[in-house]
């Protein structure tokens, strides 16, 4: 089997590739979108908000912040892979994914809760209060999203029609968002009355509420119907073998650390920059943000049509190129100048919102891409190491938001910041991201794989599989086995 993705077996034309399973209902569309808004009604506080509460509200130093994010993070390069094994190996009438996206989002909605609260310790105690809900929290995390992303590389073998539900997917996140975004803050300080302690401990239940039913209506209209090749090698170091084979794969990883990377730390820098740059107060920090989310459903919701003329690689490659652009426009802009910082926010994020969709596609394309090179499809642990080097990636800009706040000096509770701290916060908006964006730029062009190539590839595996199935006949109805109607 020659390594190259340019050669197919069988294949003499690269045209109409023959797909199974490949158009999807919209209900099933909105219904695995409605997955990943279920997680964002509470993840996205962790990502958008969880920085702020602890060194503003919580009452712990940023340094410490930082910490915590990062510490997890080793614990993920263990338990990440082993539930993608896990998930792999799951057998039930529900499927391999489907019963993770039922049972555990109860546990990590109450995780959720408790971690948004403030209990009446010492210092110390507290600290490690945090430590201990941010692990569960972590952990329960990691066994509802391995399962929810695989579940996307087993709905349909059409890599295109992989961007229109993915993009589905977005702009539900992005509604979830909204939600999120415009209630948040305005609920904390209405059932907090002053207490903004309580305030984000009663709204974040209010939001798990709400995510429950969402992962509910998820699990109620997805379908599995990609299945692992048959006598497939299941042990983890095989699983793992294959994957390392695979540089598609590997490159995959790098390019969800970098998006990952460069959208957290902006996402969490977001909050400090409206309050202290731009001098915004609840309801202007609540439209900033806001603004934001709406640029980036916008680009969400035109990724598929872009991709379906362009060839989706081609279109994340040069969204992302403006968006670097777009990023150094930003940083230049005065903070007097709210107006004009808010409309390159918002084109920030629909440039953001148009690759988005197409990422998460790619990581198919790359287990595809897997299964075609090495015969195998390990489904669950190649989402888990996407996962967890999406997790790395919040995880680093967590970090680097709390190190670089207390290299600028950042004051917590202070009216004006000083002005090493105002350019720290600008940076983690603008130039810092605008970086990690031309690295990411470079690992999409050396991933390769256009919407041509990627016909070839499931033309190929489509072969396979037939001639699979009638070997599998054949020796059903052969004279040492007998008759497969006997």
């Known amino acids: 089997m020659t390594s190259s993705p340019l050669r197919f077996a069988g294949s ?42 602890y060194t503003d509200v919580y009452g712990i130093s940023p340094a410490i912040v930082g910490t915590i994010f990062i510490s997890m993070r080793f614990v993920d390069a ?71 992303c695989a579940l996307g590389g087993v709905i349909t ?13 977005f702009i ?11 209630s948040l ?85 977001a909050i400090y920059f409206a309050t202290y740059v731009l001098g915004l107060g609840a309801t202007g920090i609540s439209v900033f943000v806001t603004s934001g989310v709406v640029g980036k459903i916008a680009g969400t919701a035109i990724s598929s049509w872009c991709s379906n003329r362009i060839s989706k690689r081609s279109v994340f490659l040069a969204s992302t190129c403006a968006l670097i652009l777009a990023s150094v426009m930003l940083y230049l802009v005065p903070g007097s100048w709210v107006l004009l910082a808010t409309v390159l926010f918002v084109i920030v994020y629909f440039l953001h919102g148009i690759g988005t969709p197409i990422s998460w596609a790619l990581m198919a394309d790359a287990e595809d891409y897997g299964e075609w090179k090495t015969g195998t499809r390990n489904t669950g642990v190649s989402f888990a190491g996407n996962l967890f080097f999406l997790k790395l990636g919040l995880a680093f800009s967590g970090g680097m938001i709390g190190y670089l ?38 690992a999409i062009w050396l991933f390769g794989l256009d919407d041509r190539t990627m016909d070839a590839i499931r033309r190929d595996l489509d072969i396979r599989k037939r001639d699979n199935d009638v070997d599998d006949i054949d020796a059903q109805t052969s004279p040492a086995t007998g008759s497969a109607f006997s």
């Open 78 to 148: 263990i338990t990440d892979p082993l539930m993608g094994a896990l998930a792999d190996r799951t057998r039930s009438r529900r499927g391999r994914f489907r019963p993770y996206i039922l049972f555990v989002p109860v546990p990590l909605a109450a995780s959720c809760v408790l971690m948004f609260t403030t209990p009446d310790w010492s210092e110390s105690a507290k600290i490690g209060y945090a430590f201990a809900t941010y692990f569960a929290m972590s952990l329960l995390y990691t066994a509802v999203n391995i399962p929810y």
């Open 157 to 169: 073998d059409d890599h295109r029609e992989r961007v229109s539900f993915q993009s589905w997917r």
């Open 405 to 442: 706040l207390s290299w600028g000096g950042y004051q917590a509770g202070v009216e004006q910041q000083s002005a090493d701290a105002l350019n720290a916060i600008s940076l983690m908006l603008t130039l810092i991201p605008a970086v990690i964006s031309a690295v990411l730029a470079v």
């Open 185 to 269: 803050m305005p609920l904390v300080e209405l059932l907090g009355g002053g207490d903004e302690a309580q305030g984000f401990q009663y709204t974040m239940a209010i939001m798990s509420v709400i995510a429950l039913a969402m992962f509910g209506f998820c699990f109620s209209t997805v379908r599995e119907r990609i299945q692992p090749p048959p006598k497939q090698q299941e042990h983890l170091m095989t699983t793992l073998k294959a994957l390392a084979k695979n540089e598609k794969w590997r490159i995959i990883l790098g390019i969800t650390f970098l998006q990952a990377l460069q959208f957290f730390l902006r996402q969490g820098a």
């Open 12 to 53: 003499t034309s690269l045209r109409g590739p023959a797909m199974r399973n490949a158009k999807l209902s919209v209900i099933e569309k909105i219904g695995f979108g409605m997955g990943d808004a279920g997680n964002n009604m509470t993840f996205a506080a962790v990502v958008m908000y969880l920085s702020y509460f």
């Open 172 to 182: 539900l996140v992005g509604v979830a968002y909204l939600i999120l975004n415009s």
